[in-house]
């Protein structure tokens, strides 16, 4: 008797630990629940994604919990503390848009749950920057074009009807982006603000682009040996066609003259021609040209080359000036002329390196990625947006090099390109 006494007792013991474990495991189900691994407490699906002159707020609404509803507050550029957002939301509630902001400050967010008429302890947070600039990256591993918030957080919109799209150029007068797919032999532009898009034909291997702002048109390197240059309409432009280049993979077209820079990839030149097509200066170099940028000022040409681990700069006649070995593979370069910096992405050394415009020096440098490809710049604000293709992301930088946000989630990222709103 008292062993089977003693059983039963053993068993009445188990029963009671494991009936305790499973309101433990159920305590922890709660999405109220602090110690619950998913959401700590907080409300779920919070995010803040900025535009232009405002922030939107959106979050996961819960009719099903016992809960009175949600409080989201503010912490504003000079706040000391959060405010309430206007009264306690309803559990149906799922967002709301922020109109009270100003661009290119950082406004920060918190929603918490509201029990009993108290606003709990355990907040979701998240931030924004809202702004004029408009980000686009060519992801061809998506085949996407996509578009960026102002603050580079959150993607806005996303396009697929490019193939697989590796190049973008912006033309903000006209309020097109311009892309091109290597792999598909397509390019055209696409209208953020409709669903209008145009293709471009008669084209074999399109890459890099470049916008002539002087009169909206475009050049594509077709990578099957020629200069395309194409109107809005995708007809052909003034001057024509530039033919038989050997494999132009970076053109770009001067700021203040609208001269034709490209990098032949397989003749190790970079060749321009002036605004109504005549070739006036070659520049034969010892290794493949990648990318060219024109420095408005001075008109003198930056020029990278990955293969050959060199950032050259050219005169307008074709002259090497000099060139830096800073660099371990750049592609990718911007130039800042308001603070007189070019930015280099250098793809080998996972780094992106400002340099000197008079003196090529390194200036500063900003890491902590793999395989920089593309660069821009707001010579606005000096802010850098790199895309590292390695990492998979899209980072925004301060012109002194701060990492102020960073994206993740790309598929396999190649080129930016920005509006600046103007």
Do not use: K
Not at 214 to 235: E, F, K, Q, Y
Request: aromatic letters at 6%; hydrophobic letters at 45%; a neutral charge.
């Amino acid at each position: 008797m008292r062993r089977l006494a003693a059983v039963l007792i053993a068993a009445a013991l188990a029963a009671a630990a494991l009936g305790s474990a499973g309101c433990s495991r159920r305590d922890r189900a709660n999405p109220l629940d602090p110690a619950n691994p998913e959401t700590g407490g907080r409300p779920e699906g919070f995010n803040a994604v900025s535009n232009y002159s405002v922030i939107s707020l959106a979050w996961t609404p819960r009719p099903d919990l016992a809960i009175d509803g949600f409080q989201l507050s503010r912490l504003a550029p000079g706040d000391s503390l959060y405010r309430p957002l206007g009264g306690t939301r309803a559990t149906t509630s799922n967002g709301y848009v922020d109109s009270g902001v100003l661009n290119g400050r950082r406004y920060r967010y918190r929603l918490a749950y509201v029990v009993g008429g108290q606003a709990g302890q355990h907040a979701a947070e998240d931030e924004a920057t809202a702004g004029a600039l408009r980000a686009y990256v060519a992801d061809p591993g998506a085949g996407a074009v996509v578009r960026l918030s102002p603050d580079g957080r959150d993607v806005i919109t996303r396009w697929t009807s490019f193939g697989d799209v590796q190049s973008v150029a912006v033309d903000g007068e006209a309020g097109l982006v311009w892309v091109s797919s290597w792999a598909d032999g397509l390019a055209g532009w696409l209208d953020p603000s409709t669903p209008f898009t145009l293709q471009v034909t008669g084209l074999s291997s399109p890459y890099t682009l470049a916008v002539d702002r002087g009169d909206n048109t475009v050049w594509i390197c077709d990578r099957s040996g020629a200069l395309v240059h194409r109107d809005l309409n995708g007809a052909s432009a003034s001057p024509g066609t530039i033919p038989l280049l050997d494999d132009p993979i970076g053109v770009a077209v001067g700021p203040s003259d609208r001269s034709v820079w490209v990098c032949e990839g397989g003749g190790n030149r970079v060749r321009r021609w002036n605004s109504v097509g005549t070739p006036v200066a070659t520049a034969f170099l010892g290794a493949s040209p990648s990318r060219v940028a024109v420095d408005s000022l001075t008109r003198v040409a930056w020029v990278t080359s990955l293969q050959g681990a060199r950032v050259w700069r050219i005169a307008e006649n074709g002259a090497v000036l000099d060139s830096s070995s800073a660099c371990a593979g750049p592609i990718g370069i911007a130039l800042d002329r308001p603070r007189g910096l070019a930015w280099v992405a250098d793809a080998v050394g996972n780094r992106v390196v400002a340099l000197d415009l008079a003196t090529l020096a390194v200036v500063r440098t900003i890491g902590g990625f793999v395989e920089p490809r593309s660069v821009a710049v707001d010579p606005t604000t000096g802010e850098v947006w790199i895309v590292a293709r390695g990492t998979r992301a899209v980072l925004r930088c301060a012109s002194d090099g701060t990492v102020l946000d960073r994206l993740a989630g790309f598929a396999d990222p190649s080129e930016i390109a920005l509006d600046f709103g103007w």
